[in-house]
């Protein structure tokens, strides 16, 4: 069913920055966190047409297309849910269009907003048309860590850890790296291989571990 519910913008300016979610990016789910976590402009705006296109889905007759078209009228609204964000119901259609694709390039030069899409032709369509299109998937690999477990580097110890027998060294991005069995090779950079990857709230870890023959000594 569609979405009585709707937020209004309290911001009218014309300069302030807002996207438009197609039916794959409300489809991924991923956009409630990046809405949440504040990285994307508050004003949000839903296409009617949009909406329409899922409720048929979720008529539909297929059951996979069914439950995604499902999940992402439950997206939508969440989205309306989250005190930072504005989130509008645009009902303008463009009956003169047929492609959705197109519906969307067109909305979003009219309203000067961006698209937020993680659909791979409809990215190159509004490119072309000049349109700026966030791409999840794209953020995703930008923030992909350099280096994954199993993955050999070298590092020099600076340090030792806080856990017995650590030692501690940094990538050049800043990225600290744990070494068991490394207090011994302080001043020394040596070969390790990456256990794991840990995310904090203050930056990424590695933790590694080494087989303790320096490859290069301190000068």
Known sequence: MLLKKKFF???NSKSARKIILDSCGLIDGRIVELVSAGFTPSQIVIPQFILKELQLLADGNDSHKRARARFGLDV???LQ???T?????????????????????????KISADLYTTDYNLNKVANVEGVRVLNVNELALSLRPLVLPGE???VKIVQKGSGRGQGVGYLDDGTMVVVDNAIKLIGKTVEVQVDRYHQTESGKMLFATTNS???QKNR
Do not use: M
Not at 85 to 106: C, H, P, S, W
């Open 76 to 78: 939508a609204k969440r």
């Open 213 to 215: 023959v320096p490859h």
């Open 9 to 11: 913008l309290k911001n």
């Open 152 to 154: 050999s580097i070298k």
């Open 85 to 109: 964000a504005e989130v509008t119901i645009n009902r303008q259609d463009f009956y003169g269009l047929r492609a959705t694709d197109d519906k969307l390039v067109e909305l979003a030069k």
């Open 81 to 83: 849910t989250i005190n």
